[in-house]
């Protein structure tokens, strides 16, 4: 079991920047796939970033602006945003997995980008 937090979240204006932590609790937080995604309003819930061992994975959208992290000593997972646009309004969830499914989920954090 883990349990998240994410924070962070806040309105910007477009070409701002924000960064959004999420805290992990429980069991061992580094043998977790961690991720993020997003999810605004009226569309379903979308990923956005997520961060092994090995390498880090981005949607197209937001390639080369976003930017996942990880601090293991801090069990938190970050998740660097600039040059945000309207479009990447919404709630922004951290998740975790062990295996084949995303099964933790954080409560979300809310992420408006004014234009």
């Known amino acids: 079991q883990v349990q998240l937090v994410e924070s962070g979240g806040g309105l910007v204006q477009a070409g701002g920047s924000l960064r959004l932590s999420c805290a992990a609790s429980g069991r061992t937080f580094s043998s977790y796939l961690m991720g993020w995604f997003r999810q605004a309003p009226g569309k379903e819930r979308e990923f956005v970033a997520r961060w092994n061992e090995y390498s880090t994975y981005y949607a197209d959208s937001v390639k080369g602006r976003f930017t996942i992290s990880r601090d293991n000593a801090r069990n938190t997972v970050y998740l660097q945003m600039n040059s945000l646009k309207p479009e990447d309004t919404g709630v922004y969830y951290c998740?975790?997995?062990?295996?084949?499914?995303?099964?933790?989920w954080g409560q979300g954090t809310q992420v408006t980008v004014s234009s």
């Open positions: 998740a975790a997995r062990l295996g084949s499914d995303w099964g933790y």
